[in-house]
């Protein structure tokens, strides 16, 4: 049993699934970085200054503590992470597709490729090549 799984953990196909998901989560915090430092900041701006980050609705008001209470949090939408976050996710998702556009039509492209077979010679052509094969072998 040791010795299937050392088989199995060692394939080499294993070892390149794996990673390709160590280079995917790496992208992941690549993407998420450019979308939180390249593009969020130049849209706010566009738009009054506004930090994506910051957008939310108050749900329920928080409470604050008092010498016989514990401090309540306020309940809080926060939509301009998710907005964020779904603009990192469709980069990513761009990204991803592009990748894999990419493999597959190379992947095709080898597939499509075959080598031509030889037309198949009728049974008079036959024959007249194994005559001309004994004739040059006795010449």
């Not at 199995?8 to 794996?18: R, S, T, V, Y």
């Not at 992941?28 to 593009?39: A, I, R």
């Not at 604050?64 to 990192?88: C, H, K, W």
């Amino acid at each position: 049993m040791l010795k299937d799984f050392k088989e199995f953990a060692f394939k080499g196909n294993l070892i390149d699934m794996a990673v390709g998901i160590i280079i995917g989560g790496a992208f992941g915090t690549v993407v998420k970085s450019l979308v939180d430092n390249v593009f969020m900041p130049p849209l706010g701006a566009l738009l009054a200054g506004i930090d994506f980050k910051k957008l939310s609705i108050e749900l329920k008001q928080g409470v604050a503590a008092t010498d016989a209470t514990e401090a309540i949090p306020a309940v809080m939408l926060n939509y301009g992470q998710f907005i964020t976050d779904f603009i990192s996710f469709i980069l990513l998702a761009l990204a991803v597709f592009i990748v894999i556009k990419k493999v597959i039509g190379a992947m095709k492209k080898e597939e499509a490729a075959p080598e031509p077979e030889a037309p198949k010679l009728s049974k008079e052509e036959e024959l007249l090549t194994e005559i001309r094969d004994l004739l040059s072998k006795k010449a």
